[in-house]
């Protein structure tokens, strides 16, 4: 199992442009997460997706989108991409079962 | 409101020497509580939690930590610190449902 996965690695945008992250499990687990890590603020959480089909805001959803393709991929989206917007994202996804979090390794995006 | 309380930002032992880090939480239901550890450039990685039942959770690479209730604390701990253990270390507190509240981490520096 690959566990959770991300792409890219790294990205670097300019001020508006646009961008997808993509984020994949293959756990079988029904919750998705999106979180944005900044030196000295620990992890925000961005959006969420408790289920295939739903998602919500979590701490920090202002300007981003998500989609909850499947069960398996949750995909983070910067319509306009702001330089505040520099940050590492991860992904994780959550067993019920065990009530834990896995995380992917991060994208590191920087915009200039 | 609920949130976690990591006071430590950056710990520097010597090889060898016992560690504790600390981590206190405001949580209005029975919580759940985790620590992550994050090497450089990497994901989060589990290293322990705590649902119910014994207050002294044992955890992977050496670790463990202990409840607290009275004290609202979820220390951290090692007896004998390896030079591989150098990375940051997140507290974590939930409830069984989706979200988790992150502190702001405390990196830890190992001195040979």
């Known amino acids: 199992n690959a566990g959770v996965t991300q792409t890219p690695k790294f990205q670097v945008l300019k001020t508006g442009q646009s961008m997808t992250l993509q984020c994949a499990q293959d756990?079988?687990?029904?919750?998705m997460y999106w979180y944005r890590q900044d030196p000295g603020m620990g992890l925000r959480l961005i959006y969420y997706?408790?289920?295939?089909?739903?998602?919500d805001k979590g701490e920090v959803p202002n300007g981003y989108n998500v989609s909850r393709l499947n069960k398996r991929e949750f995909s983070l989206r910067l319509e306009s991409a702001a330089p505040s917007q520099t940050s590492v994202y991860f992904c994780?996804?959550?067993?019920?079962?065990?009530?834990?979090?896995?995380f992917g390794p991060g994208t590191r995006l920087t915009v200039l | 409101a609920q949130s976690v309380t990591q006071p430590d930002i950056h710990i520097t032992v010597s090889e060898g020497a016992s560690l504790e880090l600390r981590c206190n939480y405001s949580?209005?239901?029975?919580?759940?509580l985790f620590w992550y550890v994050q090497s450089p450039g990497q994901g989060l990685q589990l290293l322990l939690k705590?649902?119910?039942?014994?207050?002294l959770v044992q955890g992977i690479k050496g670790f463990e930590a202990e409840f607290k209730r009275s004290q609202s604390s979820f220390n951290l701990r090692k007896p004998s610190v390896h030079w591989s253990d150098a990375a940051e270390y997140f507290c974590?507190?939930?409830?069984?449902?989706?979200?988790?509240?992150f502190g702001t981490g405390t990196r830890l520096q190992v001195f040979p």
């Open positions: 705590y649902f119910s039942g014994d207050t």
């Open positions: 994780a996804s959550r067993t019920v079962s065990t009530d834990t979090q896995y």
């Open positions: 974590a507190v939930g409830g069984g449902t989706d979200k988790l509240i």
């Open positions: 756990m079988n687990h029904n919750s």
């Open positions: 949580y209005g239901a029975t919580p759940y």
């Open positions: 997706s408790a289920s295939e089909g739903t998602t």
